[in-house]
């Protein structure tokens, strides 16, 4: 198994530092000047810290100090048991005490997939923590709880989320021939050749360190068995939410609703890119990401 940290990177700027907050230790990946403006990048699943490599060096290169954790429960970071250590306020949680240990009072927060989850709960539990918010393919929590109840079309779209409940089979099905099933999720997600072979040999052994599998299935078992809703449904932070359309698992209608939750919304869609859209058109994404964040003082 080789190395999952900042050194798969080809940037000098990039280092591997552990953090403990809310109870957990963290591994997190920073890069760039820490007196710039600081962007928190959250990873989803099946990823890790380093789903963001597309973003880092154009983030830095703009001027930003970037801040990618691993999220509890994933790679190099603390894999706690309890289903209570994956409700939302504790994976929120998390991200608020990161931005203190950097002496912020808040930070640009961007998020795919389950970040994303966190960086619309952020936004919402915290508020004062989120400077400028960026999600990329991933609902507010109330467009995706009213669409699953009203959209049967959704609902088979979700059958991932209710197989992930079962005791054991998902982390047999995932974890199968060294995590080869985890590969099957992240391609079959993906259009093809967004992942090159060298890629997916290190989301392979970030998937094989012990308990990985099992602490992000426990994300979903803990979103359906301890359901922890916000204090509130609009968000106050300028928004941009990036969406590709062909995303197998979510309907693109749910990204124009989400944008009429915040007050100061904004949607950028990519036709043809799937779910992971921050791989597929990097580019064009960064360029959205770095033009919402130029509108903030980032302090």
């Known amino acids: 198994m080789t190395a999952t940290d900042a050194s798969l990177l080809d940037l000098s700027a990039a280092e591997s530092t552990r953090r403990t907050v809310n ?8 890069a760039g000047d820490p007196s710039n403006p600081m962007v ?20 830095v290169d703009a001027g930003y100090y970037v801040v990618a954790p691993d999220q ?10 309890d289903l209570d250590d994956y409700r939302m306020r504790e994976l929120s949680g998390d991200v608020a005490e990161l931005i203190e240990t950097e002496n912020r009072d808040d930070a640009h927060v961007v998020g795919h997939d389950w970040g994303a989850a966190v960086a619309w709960d952020l ?21 995706m709880r009213r ?32 995590a080869r099933g985890v590969l099957d999720v992240l391609e079959g997600s993906a259009n093809p ?12 052994d970030a998937w094989r360190r012990q308990g990985a599998i ?45 944008v009429g939750h915040c007050t100061d919304g904004r949607l950028e869609r990519i036709p043809w890119a799937s779910h992971w859209v921050h791989d597929e058109e990097p580019e064009r ?9 130029k509108g903030g003082s980032g302090n």
């Open 23 to 30: 109870g957990v230790d963290l591994h997190v990946v920073t």
């Open 40 to 59: 928190v990048l959250l990873h989803g699943f099946p990823d890790f810290w380093y789903g963001w490599r597309h973003q880092v060096p154009a983030l």
């Open 72 to 81: 509890r429960g994933y790679n190099l970071s603390e894999k706690p048991r």
């Open 123 to 143: 936004a919402l539990r915290h508020p004062d923590r989120v400077d400028h918010l960026g999600i990329l393919n991933v609902p507010h929590p109330s467009v």
């Open 147 to 178: 669409t699953l109840m009203t959209n049967p079309r959704q609902l088979a779209r979700s059958w991932y989320m209710f197989f992930f409940q079962l005791p054991v089979v998902p982390e047999l099905v995932l974890g199968r021939d060294d």
């Open 193 to 204: 050749g967004a992942f090159t072979d060298e890629e997916l040999a290190h989301y392979r």
């Open 214 to 258: 099992r602490g992000a299935v426990n994300w979903y078992r803990a979103l359906v068995r301890r359901r922890d809703d916000p204090p509130r449904e609009t968000v106050a932070a300028p928004t941009l939410v990036v969406w590709g359309d062909e995303d197998a698992a979510l309907l693109p209608s749910m990204a124009t609703e989400s």
């Open 285 to 293: 994404v960064n360029d959205a990401l770095i033009g919402h964040l």
